[in-house]
């Protein structure tokens, strides 16, 4: 599957969205009509949203492989590619935080990107956003979906991509779904064990000082709620040399998360540009981690 994978980012790396209808849009509808007709806040309605998308996503993309293989080789896996690379977001995403270093309007392209309100952010705060998100979704947009695509093919991401989507729409810690989301967010978070983990060690091997950002990654990757967000965040707190974490609004809702990193550097538009950099060295590290397997298979 290196190919496949190696073909599929480099798609997305040269082409981005294509101008249709995104998978992961068909399976928020179906996330959207599930929710609307069967919502209660328990487990087991949410747990079956879970299956169901599962169960449907796995048999629609087992059925595209299956007929992608009466094709000719060199065309099933252009096709599979060209498919695969849908669930591949290295181009928007870092297109979409780079935004908020030309636009206008910072805080209106980071509301787009993250679920923390930022209508009162200060600068620092915004920035410090931005970072987190670049660090944690080049772990939920690029490593992951990768990782389990080299692993089970266009029916490994596309199932990703689905426990990816449920997690963003409702393994939220609110009235509405505390209960209803919470096996959506245990599947995502044992999803994203490992390749949250390959991210951070991603990042070290990418930093200047590869001793502190290993320092940090091991001192503070396990401090946050989550289970694998605060690894790619601590890496790249001290690849950078800054401190990532602390207050943010959620919902209406002040929310206190652990410091991570440490206080070299301020928070600030350059070192969100250092950050953004980085992309070249990820694409060529990932493209060469993918054409060394594909040899060695």
Not at 56 to 69: A, D, E, H, K, N
Not at 78 to 85: D, Q
Not at 133 to 161: C, H, Q
């Amino acid at each position: 599957m290196f190919e496949l994978a190696a073909l599929a980012y480099l798609i997305d790396i040269f082409f981005g969205e294509f101008r249709c209808k995104h998978p992961v849009v068909w399976m928020g509808e179906f996330i959207s009509g599930f929710e609307k007709r069967f919502y209660h806040d328990q487990v087991l309605p949410g747990a079956l949203l879970v299956i169901s998308l599962v169960v449907l996503t796995l048999l629609i993309s087992s059925v595209v492989v299956y007929l992608c293989s009466w094709l000719p080789e060199e065309l099933s896996l252009i096709v599979l590619a060209l498919i695969a690379s849908t669930g591949l977001a290295m181009n928007m995403l870092h297109a979409s935080v780079t935004e908020i270093l030309t636009t206008k309007q910072p805080k209106r392209a980071l509301s787009f990107l993250v679920s923390r309100d930022t209508d009162a952010m200060t600068e620092t705060e915004i920035y410090k956003a931005a970072l987190e998100t670049w660090a944690e979704n080049l772990s939920d947009g690029v490593i992951a979906p990768l990782f389990y695509l080299v692993l089970f093919g266009l029916p490994g991401i596309a199932v990703y991509k689905a426990i990816n989507t449920m997690d963003s729409m409702i393994a939220y810690k609110t009235g509405r779904y505390f209960y209803f989301g919470k096996t959506a967010a245990i599947v995502d978070d044992i999803a994203n064990f490992l390749p949250a983990r390959l991210t951070a060690l991603l990042i070290v091997l990418l930093a200047k000082d590869k001793r502190l950002a290993w320092q940090c990654l091991w001192r503070d990757g396990n401090k946050l709620e989550s289970p694998n967000a605060g690894f790619p965040i601590a890496a790249m707190a001290g690849a950078l040399g800054i401190t990532l974490g602390g207050e943010a609004s959620y919902h209406g809702q002040l929310k206190y998360k652990p410091l991570l990193g440490i206080s070299v550097n301020p928070v600030n538009k350059t070192v969100l540009a250092e950050a953004l950099a980085m992309k070249t060295g990820v694409n060529w590290l990932v493209l060469g981690l993918l054409a060394t397997g594909a040899a060695l298979t």
